[in-house]
């Protein structure tokens, strides 16, 4: 396989088959190496485009408390990104022969090229809206990485092993706020309400097998099946909705494609900020 | 110099955000290894994958061993085992209560909200470092750096920091 024609569809496994790659140059290691890749890319791009989401809220949080606890939970967000886009970076180096840095995947590639779902690049909201997302993306990733605990990838298992010590305390954060705001006021609980109704439509995506059918098949024991995820999720999740007194959202339409690359102008919007610094001023440090 | 002291230079480095402590008190120097060709190879872990003193925990290590006179290092981060707060010495715990941070508690999955739903701080309360009360109040679990929360004394009504159990 030749670095010129991976840099057309990087990291994107579904691609590579129709690809005008000849095919006798292609092994079945370098598929899964892609497969895997694909799939560690997704994960790192939802936790960073998060991690640059809750940034949004320094300055403006209603407290404080909050403005430093949602900087705190970006930053483990980032952290995690670092790793899983690093990581991604070195397999799909290992396949192309030029290995991508974390910082050259963060801020160097364009909207087509990311692989995040949806729910993390819809704009905050109100407070409201973004702890109805962190009560849906936290507890999706309490779960995620206490499946990934025990990965057969030991990069994937140690980054499980550290992150969901640090994801427990985003979920419980974002359960306090959904019980106390629910629970609250008719005007807060209202808002709550109309937050849980506004992303519910993207929780379907989360849990799409269909984006991680290349992996599972390619290397089993090394990704979760984000499908097994589901009960757990919905266990836990539903119950603090009851809780706080609120109803389970029914939507009637739901996202799909963001880790094949499609997006909402939301992405196109969030890039430029995020990417605008690194672009204009190459190598800038500080 | 023997591994023994190159290992002692190395956890003898203090913290950045939190000087009082080192980094053995801290239990993130995992392993100081002499290698064949004289090279001093040193592993840390992060205490939180986002952790920004990271970088800088790093390059203040290289710094001290360089001044000792070792010529060749190599720092690298491992996030496996993942650090718990369980490593973190007695005397670090002493340190940390004399320089006004509560220790951490042994270590407990975070608990989740739902269990008492109506109640805001869970865990067992922090000490507070100056006054020595348990009447305290957690106002926000997470702190000044990602390994501390917040709290408040009700005895002596001081603010203080706690190291997070993780």
Redesign the interface.
């Known amino acids: 396989m030749t670095a010129a024609s991976l840099s057309r569809q990087p990291l994107d496994s579904a691609d590579i088959d129709q690809a005008d790659i000849d095919q006798a140059d292609i092994d079945q290691a370098d598929i899964d190496q892609i497969a895997l890749a694909s799939y560690v890319l997704g994960l790192g791009d939802d936790t960073l485009i998060l991690a640059q989401r809750l940034g949004e809220w320094i300055t403006r949080a209603p407290q404080i408390?909050?403005d430093?606890?949602l900087?705190?939970?970006a930053?483990?967000?980032?952290?995690?990104a670092?790793?899983l886009l690093s990581y991604a970076g070195e397999l799909e180096g290992k396949v192309t022969g030029t290995s991508r840095g974390e910082d050259d995947l963060a801020f160097l590639r364009d909207e087509r090229e990311f692989r995040n779902v949806h729910l993390v690049e819809i704009e905050n909201g109100d407070f409201a809206v973004t702890m109805a997302r962190q009560l849906i993306f936290s507890a999706y990733q309490y779960e995620l990485y206490t499946a990934l605990l025990t990965s057969t990838d030991?990069t994937l298992?140690?980054?499980a092993?550290?992150?969901v010590?640090?994801v427990?305390?985003h979920?419980?954060?974002a359960?306090?706020w959904v019980?106390?705001l629910g629970?609250g006021t008719p005007e807060s609980h209202d808002r709550m309400q109309a937050a849980l109704d506004q992303v519910w439509p993207y929780v379907e995506e989360i849990f799409d097998t269909a984006d991680t059918a290349d992996i599972l098949t390619a290397l089993p024991g090394v990704a979760a099946d984000p499908a097994a995820l589901r009960p757990a999720w919905s266990r836990?999740v539903e119950?603090?909705i009851t809780?706080?007194t609120l109803s389970l959202p029914a939507p009637t339409w739901r996202s799909r494609g963001g880790r094949a690359g499609y997006h909402s102008e939301n992405l196109g919007h969030l890039l430029p900020d995020m990417q605008n610094l690194h672009r204009s001023h190459p190598g800038a440090s500080w | 110099m023997t591994v023994d002291q190159l290992r002692d230079i190395a956890g003898a480095v203090p913290d950045p955000e939190i000087p009082v402590l080192t980094l053995h008190d801290l239990g993130i120097l995992r392993d100081v290894q002499l290698a064949a060709d004289g090279t001093v190879e040193v592993t840390l872990t992060?205490t939180?994958?986002?952790?920004?003193a990271t970088a800088v925990i790093a390059g203040d290590v290289e710094t001290a061993l360089r001044t000792a006179g070792v010529a060749r290092i190599n720092v690298r981060t491992?996030?496996?085992?993942?650090?718990?707060t369980d490593w973190m010495s007695q005397d670090g715990h002493r340190k940390l209560r004399e320089y006004g941070i509560a220790p951490p508690v042994a270590c407990q999955?975070?608990?989740?909200?739902?269990s008492a739903?109506?109640s805001?701080g869970l865990t067992l309360s922090a000490r507070c470092p100056r006054c020595g009360s348990t009447t305290t109040r957690e106002?926000?679990?997470?702190?000044?750096t990602?390994c501390k929360s917040?709290w408040a004394c009700l005895s002596c009504a001081e603010p203080f920091d706690s190291f997070?159990a993780?």
Do not use: M
Request: glycine content about 6%; overall charge positive; aromatic content about 8%.
């Open positions: 408390e909050e430093i606890a900087g705190n939970i930053l483990d967000l980032l952290g995690q670092r790793t030991p298992s140690a980054l092993a550290k992150a010590k640090e427990a305390y979920r419980d954060h359960t306090q019980l106390r629970d836990y119950a603090v809780t706080a | 992060p939180y994958t986002g952790c920004p491992v996030l496996s085992p993942a650090w718990t999955p975070a608990q989740s909200a739902l739903p109506r805001i106002i926000s679990r997470f702190g000044s990602p917040l997070k993780i």
